[in-house]
């Protein structure tokens, strides 16, 4: 708790005055995973967990798996402005990166599963995502060669229940951990990790740009929702948390995404309208447009085009370039 004060305190500090050296920027490393009492891990659970994540068997014609719109090679994204789901349906929302996931307080653009092993069920039944029953599932996964095996080794039981699956999926995303960006070898000691473009921008980041408002903490997201005035999407268009909350003042807010491995994840924002990070940067310069209950702290920022390039390098600097797995499973 008074770590946090003093988080804010200094976070507020960076708000007031812009920060003219690195060292005033808070660095905090990525903590270690934990994983909950009533689903710890196992190897032979993330090893279930890592198999039924790349298996189309999930969906209702086997045809398409998590891995469909969550790929490795792009830090678990797939590149597309709305994702593909099952017959070729076109979802409303851009596939968010699951690195990291495991830390993530709710999961969804607008929080609404409370769990990774709530959220593993969702798009398995979802009919325009993988349009798969439960029960048929677990008949299929019974007859499967491999399946009983792997499950009764997870859980010293020979039942396959949706629980049980879900367990296992989240066992697996919660081993896909990121920390070794240049941004972190730069903190941890090596400091040629970085440009010094890149430095430039990390203070532009924390200071006269703003960003780290919303993009806090070892993750970079405070875990909150806003409406940052978006050009594409009128309020209308997707209402964000207010379909979780019900409250006006959610319409058209999202989950802060963090920042790891922001290269690999284009296109950019829920909708996917914005492609590159120069027009992400080029939309938070301007401050977005009017739109009722959009966030006081999306205002115009005013960057020269070399600062607008020093913020760029900073984030190329908190990606791994697809590296990330898996090298980055944290030791158990
Ligand atoms: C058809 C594409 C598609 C498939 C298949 C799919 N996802 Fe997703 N996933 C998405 C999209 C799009 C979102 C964001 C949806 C939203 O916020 O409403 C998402 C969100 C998530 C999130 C939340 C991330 C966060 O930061 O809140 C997790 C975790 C996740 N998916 C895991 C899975 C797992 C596990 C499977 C397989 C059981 C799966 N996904 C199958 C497209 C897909
Ligand atoms: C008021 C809080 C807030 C501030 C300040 C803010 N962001 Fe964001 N950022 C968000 C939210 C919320 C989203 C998701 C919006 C959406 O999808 O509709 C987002 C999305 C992004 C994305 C896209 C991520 C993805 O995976 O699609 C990037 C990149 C980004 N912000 C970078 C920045 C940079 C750089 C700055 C400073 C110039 C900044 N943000 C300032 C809240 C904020």
Same mark, same amino acid.
């Given at each position: 708790m008074i770590l946090r004060i003093f988080t804010l305190i200094i976070s507020l500090n960076c708000l007031i005055a812009p920060v003219n050296?690195?060292?005033?920027i808070i660095f905090e490393p990525i903590p270690e995973i934990t994983y909950p009492d009533n689903n710890p891990w196992s190897k032979a659970k993330e090893d279930l967990g890592r198999k039924l994540f790349f298996d189309? /068997?999930?969906?209702g014609d086997n045809s398409?798996?998590?891995?469909?719109?969550?790929l490795p090679e792009k830090s678990w994204t797939d590149g597309l402005p709305q994702s593909v789901g099952i017959r070729k349906q076109v979802l409303t929302r851009n596939s968010p990166s699951i690195?990291?996931?495991?830390?993530?307080?709710?999961?969804?653009l607008d929080g609404r599963a409370k769990s990774l092993e709530e959220q593993a069920l969702m798009p398995i039944q979802d009919k325009s995502e993988m349009d798969q029953s439960l029960g048929e599932l677990m008949e299929e996964l019974e007859s499967h060669p491999d399946y009983r095996a792997m499950f009764e080794s997870a859980f010293s039981s020979l039942k396959i229940t949706p629980e049980r699956l879900a367990m296992a999926i989240a066992t697996f995303e919660r081993t896909l951990v990121t920390g070794n960006t240049a941004y972190d070898l730069y903190w941890r000691g090596?400091?040629?990790?970085?440009?010094s473009a890149a430095i430039r921008g990390m203070r532009l980041f924390s200071g006269?740009?703003?960003?780290?408002?919303?993009?806090?903490g070892p993750f970079f997201t405070d875990h909150q929702f806003h409406? /940052?005035?978006?050009?594409?999407?009128?309020?209308?268009g997707d209402e964000g948390r207010k379909k979780v909350t019900?409250?006006?003042?959610?319409?058209?807010s999202f989950k802060t995404p963090?920042?790891?491995?922001?290269?690999?994840?284009?296109?950019?924002?829920h909708d996917g309208s914005l492609s590159t990070l120069k027009e992400v940067i080029e939309f938070y310069d301007l401050g977005g447009v009017a739109r009722?209950?959009?966030?006081?702290? /999306?205002?115009?920022?005013?960057?020269s085009g070399n600062e607008k390039n020093d913020l760029l390098e900073f984030l190329k600097a908190l990606d791994e370039n697809g590296e990330a797995y898996p090298l980055l499973t944290q030791e158990k």
């Open positions: 050296n690195a060292e005033a189309p /068997i999930l969906s398409v798996s998590c891995s469909s719109c969550h690195l990291n996931a495991g830390f993530q307080k709710t999961l969804f090596d400091k040629n990790a970085m440009s006269k740009a703003k960003c780290s408002i919303c993009h806090s409406n /940052i005035g978006l050009t594409g999407s009128e309020n209308e019900k409250e006006a003042f959610h319409d058209g963090g920042l790891r491995g922001i290269v690999s994840t284009a296109p950019y924002m009722k209950g959009k966030s006081p702290f /999306i205002s115009p920022i005013g960057m």
